[in-house]
Structures are given as C-alpha cells and as structure tokens.
C-alpha cells in the first residue's frame, strides 16, 4: 500500500515513554483488555441507511459525523437536513454476532431512539462527558447552529433542556462554530471568530467568559475556531483548531496561550490527543495528511498519517482507539484507515462505504467501531430523480466489530505464591 510510507517523516514516539494505555496488561491481576487485532477486516454488524432518505428537494441528505456516548451505551449521529438521532446499542448480539449483520440488505437494523430537529445547519455536536444511561439528568448532549444559540438536548425525551447565548456589537446572537466540554462537565467552551467563550454549564443564559485568541500585537490565532479538544490527563491543557490552518494549545485555567502550530496544508477541523497528553493529532480540510505533534517538543512535525481528503472541504474525522495505539480514519475514497501510532505505520484499511466517510469513531471500550459517510451531490439540470437515488452503501451508518482474543492470563487471578 502507498500509505505505508506516510508515516516515515521524522521522529517516532518513543515505546518507553509512552503511557500504561498502549500496552494490555492486566489490572489489579484479575483482567486484561482484549488483544483487538486491527490487522484484520472487521465485520458489520449493523447497519442504516433508510431513515436518513429525504424527499424532495434534498434527495441526497448526508451526514456529518457519528459520535459515542462516554458510557457507550449509544451513539448519536448528525445529518445535513438539520437532524440529530440517538441510537441505543444493543448489547445482547453486538459483541457475541457473527460474521454478518443483523439487518436485511434493503432495510435497516433498527430505527433511532431519538431524532431531534434543529433550525439551521449543524455547525457541531459533542456529549456530556459525565453521561450515564443509568443517570438521566446527565444524558444530555450539545449542539450549536447557524444564527441560534448552543442548545442543550435531553438525550432521553428530546426536549431542549436549556440554551447558551452569546451576542455580537450589535446585540445579536452570533452562533458558536465549535463547542467542547471540559474534561469535569462544568464548563462549555465555544469556539467563534478570533474568539473563544465560556460558558458555566449551571448558569444558562448570556454569561459567559471572552477570550480573544489574537494578541495586542497580532499575534496568536487567527481566523474562525473550527475545532475544541481537552488533553484526557485532566492537566488542563486544550487545543483549538482554525481555518487559519494553526492550532493552539492554552492553559485551561487562565486561558494562557502555550504554542501556535503551523504545518496543516488546509483549515483545521479536527484535533484530538493522544492518551497520554502528551501528542496531539490535527487534520485539515482538504489536506491529506494529519499531522501528529509531540506537545512538549513542537518544533517538527513528529510524523504524517495519510488519508483521502485533498478534495473535500468536509470535516472528516478521525479517532484513537481506548487503549491509544491506534488511530482510525476515513476519506473520500470510502476506506479506513488503522495506523499504529507507536511507529506511525498504516496498518490495515477496509471499505466502510461508497461514497466519503466523514465520520469514524471507536467505541469507549468494547472493540467496535461506528462510521457514517456521504457528501453533497450536484446534479445537473437535465438529471432526473432517479439518477439521485442512492445504494445502501452511501450516506449510511454502519457499526463494525472487530476481531479480538484474550491472552492465556487475561483471566487469571495472583495467587501469591
């Protein structure tokens, strides 16, 4: 495969300094996370694509990205006619399946536990990071919109359970391009142009804090604010991408700017970090790279991990797996990508759909995976409907399994002696 050599350019992460998540040993000597074997085709094991068809005028509704919940009890998935859907996990035949799915070809597995409907376009989405199926003041998720608010969704009911709002110089509500909650779920952090605000998630309403993320001499960050993410230490780092094509890294506390990276060949609309903190990982829109930083050294480029995307402006999203080896990835060309984020060598790819996949993300803990795909079609004045319609495989969600095994003492209990 020619992605092989992507990942080649300059240092690798050093194996020893790596945190405890890359390698399976077992915890408290009674379990082992199971070997998960990403070097081999996952299986699906369910599938959707016909709630998503639209009628007329928009024939080619598409999605923009699939998210877990932290519990991983469900998943919620965004799509271009303004609609969120909630999607329970069923757990008796998920893991235990299989080689096959669980629906018929034409027909879904199963349809969403909740659909809810939004005014305008979805700019982004995130889950309450405190969210517990067996909690249901904390199933909640937000959204924010062009022209509204951010919106905070009952996960359960689909009523709207409160709103955020931040005016503009002329008293108006300016809508958050991006929005991410901090590892504790106190604060709601928005990202707009040149500026970033906080919201305290117990106080809805117009409060909120502003940071601008330009200094008095021109310095800093630029550009709208595609994109928030908090380092999983809880050491009170973040970063914010932009269309800039920089990404920042802050202080949470006192909002501090650290560093400004430049390197992404288009605007930045996804970063994510590593297990340990220590790496941050950033993709661009039309970009065919993601880029992977070592935070405590950003002076190079640590290395390059390839994906289909040089022609698209859609957000495509990537996501590392729980234990923090391996990242995945989708692209244009329907396939995902598995690198070994040890070496930063492609490992695997399989064909996910037929069309873009924007959305990849690996379950909390179990060793499954969500993608969803599609992109905006034009077709032309002489094109009939029936040219629009769609397979199965395009504008779909699809969950895949992947093939795991347990060590001979995963299972075994210190005995002392």
Same mark, same amino acid.
């Given at each position: 495969?020619?992605?092989?050599?992507?990942?080649?350019?300059?240092?690798?992460?050093?194996?020893?300094?790596?945190?405890?998540?890359?390698?399976?040993?077992?915890?408290? +000597?009674?379990?082992?996370?199971?070997?998960?074997? *990403? =070097? %081999?085709?996952?299986?699906? &094991?369910?599938? /959707?694509?016909?709630? #998503?068809?639209?009628?007329?005028?928009?024939?080619?509704?598409?999605?923009?990205?699939?998210?877990?919940?932290?519990?991983?009890?469900?998943?919620?998935?965004?799509?271009?006619?303004?609609?969120?859907?909630?999607?329970?996990?069923?757990?008796?035949?998920?893991?235990?399946?299989?080689?096959?799915?669980?629906?018929?070809?034409?027909?879904?597995?199963?349809?969403?536990?909740?659909?809810?409907?939004?005014?305008?376009?979805?700019?982004?989405?995130?889950?309450?990071?405190?969210?517990?199926?067996?909690?249901?003041?904390?199933?909640?998720?937000?959204?924010?919109?062009?022209?509204?608010?951010?919106?905070?969704?009952?996960?359960?009911? +689909?009523?709207?359970?409160?709103?955020?709002?931040? *005016? =503009? %110089?002329?008293?108006?509500? &300016?809508?958050? /391009?991006?929005?991410? #909650?901090?590892?504790?779920?106190?604060?709601?952090?928005?990202?707009?142009?040149?500026?970033?605000?906080?919201?305290?998630?117990?106080?809805?309403?117009?409060?909120?804090?502003?940071?601008?993320?330009?200094?008095?001499?021109?310095?800093?960050?630029?550009?709208?604010?595609?994109?928030?993410?908090?380092?999983?230490?809880?050491?009170?780092?973040?970063?914010?991408?932009?269309?800039?094509?920089?990404?920042?890294?802050?202080?949470?506390?006192?909002?501090?700017?650290?560093?400004?990276?430049?390197?992404?060949?288009?605007?930045?609309?996804?970063?994510?970090?590593?297990?340990?903190?220590?790496?941050?990982?950033?993709?661009?829109?039309?970009?065919?790279?993601?880029?992977?930083?070592?935070?405590?050294?950003?002076?190079?480029?640590?290395?390059?991990?390839?994906?289909?995307?040089?022609?698209?402006?859609?957000?495509?999203?990537?996501?590392?797996?729980?234990?923090?080896?391996?990242?995945?990835?989708?692209?244009?060309?329907?396939?995902?990508?598995?690198?070994?984020?040890?070496?930063?060598?492609?490992?695997?790819?399989?064909?996910?759909?037929?069309?873009?996949?924007?959305?990849?993300?690996?379950?909390?803990?179990?060793?499954?995976?969500?993608?969803?795909?599609?992109?905006?079609?034009?077709?032309?004045?002489?094109?009939?409907?029936?040219?629009?319609?769609?397979?199965?495989?395009?504008?779909?969600?699809?969950?895949?399994?992947?093939?795991?095994?347990?060590?001979?003492?995963?299972?075994?209990?210190?005995?002392?002696?």
């Amino acid at each position: 495969m020619g992605e092989e050599g992507a990942g080649a350019e300059h240092q690798h992460p050093n194996p020893d300094t790596e945190s405890a998540e890359f390698t399976e040993t077992p915890s408290h +000597g009674t379990y082992s996370w199971p070997l998960v074997h *990403y =070097d %081999a085709p996952p299986y699906r &094991t369910h599938h /959707f694509f016909k709630q #998503f068809r639209t009628a007329a005028p928009n024939l080619n509704n598409f999605h923009k990205g699939v998210k877990w919940s932290p519990d991983g009890s469900c998943f919620l998935t965004c799509c271009d006619d303004n609609t969120l859907r909630v999607f329970t996990l069923p757990y008796d035949d998920s893991v235990t399946s299989l080689n096959t799915c669980s629906s018929a070809p034409d027909e879904d597995s199963y349809a969403a536990n909740l659909v809810a409907s939004e005014g305008e376009s979805v700019y982004d989405y995130c889950w309450y990071p405190q969210m517990s199926a067996s909690n249901p003041e904390l199933c909640v998720f937000a959204t924010t919109t062009r022209d509204h608010p951010i919106h905070l969704w009952d996960a359960n009911s +689909g009523q709207l359970r409160c709103t955020y709002r931040a *005016y =503009d %110089a002329m008293d108006e509500i &300016t809508a958050a /391009f991006s929005i991410g #909650f901090n590892p504790s779920g106190t604060k709601i952090f928005a990202g707009y142009n040149r500026t970033l605000r906080i919201f305290d998630v117990h106080r809805p309403g117009r409060d909120f804090e502003q940071h601008s993320t330009l200094q008095g001499n021109k310095e800093g960050q630029p550009g709208i604010i595609s994109s928030i993410a908090f380092s999983p230490t809880h050491s009170g780092v973040l970063a914010t991408g932009s269309y800039s094509q920089t990404t920042a890294i802050y202080r949470e506390d006192n909002m501090e700017p650290l560093y400004v990276l430049h390197g992404q060949e288009g605007g930045v609309t996804h970063v994510q970090f590593s297990k340990d903190g220590n790496y941050l990982y950033t993709g661009g829109r039309k970009d065919p790279y993601i880029l992977c930083w070592d935070i405590r050294n950003t002076v190079d480029i640590v290395y390059k991990l390839y994906r289909s995307s040089k022609d698209t402006n859609q957000r495509i999203h990537f996501d590392i797996e729980p234990l923090g080896r391996y990242l995945g990835t989708g692209g244009q060309d329907g396939l995902v990508h598995i690198y070994d984020l040890q070496t930063g060598q492609w490992v695997s790819s399989f064909q996910a759909a037929l069309d873009t996949v924007n959305g990849f993300a690996f379950h909390p803990f179990l060793p499954m995976a969500a993608t969803s795909s599609g992109h905006r079609r034009f077709g032309g004045l002489d094109d009939s409907q029936e040219n629009m319609n769609l397979s199965g495989d395009e504008n779909c969600v699809s969950i895949w399994s992947f093939f795991s095994s347990t060590s001979d003492t995963a299972s075994s209990v210190e005995s002392g002696n």
